[in-house]
DNA sequence: ACGTTGTCCTGTCTGC
DNA sequence: TGCAGACAGGACAACG
């Protein structure tokens, strides 16, 4: 699940590959899956396009085009995006790719999507890097002025558990279900904990404990648990870190207690009972 | 404001 | 071994 130490990754990935390219033609497989501006083609709008820089926001990945307009990418749960070189591009094609992009050096980009649930949205720049999705998304947890005093305010002015509270994008950009349970494990936290009754010291371990897993995740290129590779195809390493994520029945890395995973607001969650209060 | 459920989708796993 | 059903989950809508 492409969250964002993963969507981070692909960026860096493929940055160096394709920006500063121009996009040919588009073939897509999956209409459904592409949105363009009103009363325009996809696939015309974005023929002759130029690739400007690649940004992220959240989970949303930004190809910033010439023209102020940007490709919005969200990757969902199964989602890839693979560059090939010219000399690579006879490689087969996996099963559900929707979109191939031709670049004018030859080479390709091509996205799959086995459970269609990601989207290509193409939309004004100032658009995109205000609101990419339907939603207001919260602060970047790494971005310099994400500080303690305003996430310890936010805090106290949630009712709402710290699971729950860390999945919502409107809340903090960019954690989904695996960096929540690391970063609550990490903290000592009980995800089912109520925010608001947070004191200074566990709101400073809670957002400290985001922060570092999440670069931690981006130094190992992202958590490859099943689907996720970056822009050229190869796995990430985080997984052979992880503390809570996946480890149901194994020893917790802090106390030996024994990892859970129970149910909540309908995601699995992962936890140590004996450590995290 | 908060919590839960359903929707989308298909590959993989589990149970009979 | 084969098949049916459950499960995985990010964002969003709808409802209580």
Redesign the pocket.
């Known amino acids: ?3 964002l130490p993963e969507v981070e990754t692909v960026r860096r990935s493929l940055a160096g590959r394709i920006t500063g390219l121009t996009i040919e033609k588009v073939e897509l497989r999956l209409p ?1 899956i592409a949105i363009a501006l009103p009363g325009t083609l996809f696939t015309d709008a974005l023929g002759g396009r130029r690739i400007i820089e690649l940004g992220r926001r ?3 990945l930004l190809l910033h085009l010439d023209g102020d307009e940007t490709l919005v990418i ?1 990757l ?3 989602g890839r995006l693979i560059h090939l070189r010219p000399e690579e591009r006879g490689a087969p094609e996996p ?2 790719t929707h979109a191939v992009f031709f670049l004018d050096d030859g080479s390709l980009l091509r996205y799959t999507d ?4 990601g989207t290509l949205t193409l939309m004004a720049t100032a658009a995109a890097l205000q609101q990419p ?3 207001r998304l919260g602060p970047e947890p790494l971005a310099e002025d994400f500080s303690f005093p305003d996430f310890r305010n936010a805090l106290a ?5 710290l699971k ?2 860390l ?1 919502d ?2 809340f903090l ?6 960096y ?1 349970d690391e970063a609550l494990a990490r903290a000592g936290l009980h995800p089912d904990r ?3 009754a947070l004191d200074d010291e566990e709101s400073r371990r809670l957002y400290d404990c985001i922060r570092t897993v999440l670069q931690e995740g981006i130094d190992a290129k992202g958590t490859s648990f ?1 689907d996720y590779v970056d822009g050229e195809g190869r796995k990430g390493e985080f997984q052979e870190k992880l503390w809570a ?1 996946g480890r149901e029945r194994n020893p917790c890395r802090r106390c030996g207690g024994e990892i859970v ?1 129970e ?6 969650t992962h936890f140590c009972p004996r450590c995290q209060k």
């Open positions: 699940m492409p969250e459904k959240g989970k949303y969200h969902r749960m199964t099963a559900h086995v459970r269609q649930f999705g339907k939603g002015k949630r009712k709402t558990k729950p509270l999945l994008q409107s950009a960019g954690l989904g279900n695996i929540a109520t925010a608001d099943r994520y995973r149910k909540r607001a309908g995601r699995s």
